[in-house]
């Protein structure tokens, strides 16, 4: 079992940065794939990125590669995104999830643990 909480949204302009964090607990941590998702006002739950066990491999959807970068600390049970040159359209909450296993880890029904959101603001 697993329980994730992501901090350090809130309200940006334009072209500004903004890290979030994710905390899980529990000692398995380091056996589950990490994603982030977006949800804006009316849409569905999208895929923004994830990182594998080891940090072997990342992914990002295309509206933020070069933008935004993920990364995680095992040993501190921790996954960031760092987000750069945000636009008004980066707005949603972003939720940090984590799977145990999965096939391309780009739909939310492949992970299994979710956190609570952080609301992500950007204005122009």
């Known amino acids: 079992q697993v329980q994730l909480v992501e901090s350090g949204g809130g309200l940006v302009q334009a072209g500004g940065s903004l890290r979030l964090s994710c905390a899980a607990s529990g000692r398995t941590f380091s056996s589950y794939v990490m994603g982030w998702f977006r949800q804006a006002p009316g849409k569905e739950r999208d895929f923004v990125a994830y990182i594998t066990r080891s940090s072997s491999n990342t992914y990002y959807t295309d509206s933020v590669k070069g933008r935004f970068t993920i990364s995680r600390d095992n040993a501190k049970n921790t996954v960031t995104l760092q987000m750069n040159s945000l636009k008004p359209e980066d707005t949603a909450v972003y939720y940090c999830?984590?799977?145990?296993?999965?096939?391309?880890?780009?739909?939310?029904?492949?992970?299994?643990?979710w956190g609570q959101g952080t609301q992500v603001t950007v204005s122009s």
């Open positions: 999830a984590a799977a145990r296993s999965g096939r391309t880890y780009r739909n939310p029904q492949e992970y299994d643990h």
